[in-house]
């Protein structure tokens, strides 16, 4: 039987950074970037974001979510459960943002990435560094993943930032090996 589901990836970042990292990434490995779904916070709701995707012209559809620091689950969350539990939506994963928020808002992930590119079980901060807990990331759209079944969850810092080593300019380095991480290991890169 033939999927016909939208195979996307989630990202819990939206603001200026994360856009122009995610749309040359996405330009690069030949997939969509759904530009309008970034914001800080996120101002589009799920049902409008699917419609956005499923007229996305080819996958992989990378969405951003942004919570902007708001404690417990708000606009991004909440449109980011929409997307992830909808029957056209195959989420291959999601890449985790850190945040400097500490108050006790974090996720589970399967694998951090630090700023200088080295995969790591322990979590990261929004700088990049690697933290003293094992699989755990500390961020502001990141409340409701522990709810969300998919093949990976990729923790990184802050998309586009840490300390210029993510920057667009240089091809967002960091943030291109969270995404091809998560093609890998949900198996779509072979199913291209």
């Known amino acids: ?5 939208r195979h996307v990836v989630l990202i819990t970042d939206g603001d200026d950074y994360a856009r122009k ?5 996405a330009n690069e490995i030949g997939g969509r970037c759904i530009s309008l779904s970034h914001g800080n916070p996120t101002t589009l709701d799920g049902a409008l974001i699917v419609k956005l995707i499923k007229k996305a012209s080819h ?4 969405v951003m979510f942004d919570d902007s620091g708001f404690v417990g689950e708000g606009a991004g969350e909440r449109a980011l459960k929409y997307v992830a539990s909808h029957k056209d939506i195959d989420v291959l994963g999601i890449i985790a943002v850190a945040a400097k928020t500490r108050q006790a808002e974090w996720a589970k ?3 951090c ?5 080295e995969i790591t079980p322990y979590g990261v901060d929004k700088y990049g560094l690697q933290e003293m807990d094992k699989g755990r990331l500390y961020g502001d759209t ?3 993943l522990d709810e969300i079944d998919v093949p990976i969850k990729v923790g990184i810092g802050d998309i586009g930032k840490m300390a210029k080593k993510d920057h667009y300019e240089n091809g ?3 943030t291109k090996k969270a995404v091809e991480l998560v093609l890998e290991r949900s198996g779509y ?4």
Do not use: A, L, N, T
């Open 1 to 5: 039987m033939e999927d016909h589901r």
């Open 21 to 25: 990292s995610i749309e040359h990434i």
């Open 59 to 62: 996958d992989p559809v990378f």
């Open 109 to 111: 992930v399967d694998v």
């Open 113 to 117: 990435i630090d700023r200088d590119g």
């Open 142 to 144: 990141v409340y409701c």
């Open 172 to 174: 967002s380095p960091i």
């Open 189 to 192: 890169r072979g199913r291209q």
